[in-house]
């Protein structure tokens, strides 16, 4: 059991991740958030009410007015050693410049997805990442999200053989929140880069990174793509694709599943489905709803993050080289949309 202080985080970017992010850090008692930055002086209040996105309850976040310092200034929030982990909520076009001057600071640091709008970028951030005192984790959540880290789990044991096939659909209207940012490819790369590039990095999870990938899409609000349909070539010879969008019609909400068939059984996620929604098909018996209780993704991810730095020992479950490795198979896709053909990654 951990006898020392809490860990102090401190957060920049304060929109709707952070109020996400804010709710898991609650949870994790080894943890406390304790210091907000915001150029723009947005949220540096601590009330996140009516801030909503597409995961979650969209419960009202509001932290208690003196348990937290407030910073307009990034380098300022650096310069306060009592700041163990910094967390990056910002906009993707941020994330370079504010994780390697923290890395630089001798911070820890979570870095919400994509890693950076350029996998040149994204880089340019793992070389920071493994010269710096600090661990650096991308939250790239799906890794660790109820259902998704069971699928993985159950593909690693083997329990109904070989995947012969796997499907991921992540599709949603275009975000409600940050139009300034999400609605502007160039910042913020589209549905491809943005959205899909979570079941990508699943994807490379669950079978290394693919050889090769072969994609359609279209751009509709953005600039860049918003709709993708994309087929991955993997060592094991496994058919797998996954379709990403956030450009259907105002009032579609957001839906995500995959359906994975294996050797011996069928897992089907479907987030329409609520509470029941993993099911396993097996053969000669009726459906079997399997219970995925407990916290979300956001909460295990940031307990591994704080559970490596009071072991001393990096994390693991997700590593930047993964989260470098994402955005670079997501050009491979947009290098494919352009050309109409395989392209390796």
Known sequence: MNTQPPLVVGIVGLGFMAATHIKAWRQIPDARVAALCNPSGRHLDGDFTGVAGNVGDNAPVKLEPGSFKPFRDFDAMLADPSIAIVDICAPTHAHPALAIAALRAGKHVLCEKPLARTAALARDIADAAAQAKGFFMPAMCLRFWPGWSWLKQTIDAGTHGRVLGARFRRVAEPPGWGHAHFGDGAKSGG?????????????????????????????????????????????????????????????????????????????????????????????????????????????????????????????????VQDAVSAVEVCEAEERSIVSGQLVST
């Not at 709803?289 to 956001?298: A, T």
Request: aromatic fraction near 10%; include cysteine.
């Open 191 to 319: 549905a491809l880069l943005d959205l899909h590039i979570h079941d990508v990095d699943f994807v490379q999870f669950c079978f290394g990174r693919p050889a090769a990938v072969f994609a359609t899409g279209y751009t509709k609000h953005t600039g860049a793509i918003d709709h993708v349909v994309a087929q991955y070539q993997v060592a094991s010879g496994t058919i797998v694709h996954a379709e990403g969008a956030w450009c259907m019609t105002p009032g579609f909400g957001f839906s995500m599943g995959y359906t994975m068939n294996f050797e011996r059984a069928t897992a089907d996620f479907d987030l329409a489905r609520g509470a029941d929604a993993l099911k396993l098909h097996e053969p000669g018996q009726p459906a079997r709803v399997i219970k995925c209780d407990g916290p979300d993704g956001y909460v295990h991810e940031l307990r591994h993050f704080t559970d490596a730095i009071l072991s001393g020992n990096a994390p693991t479950v997700v590593t």
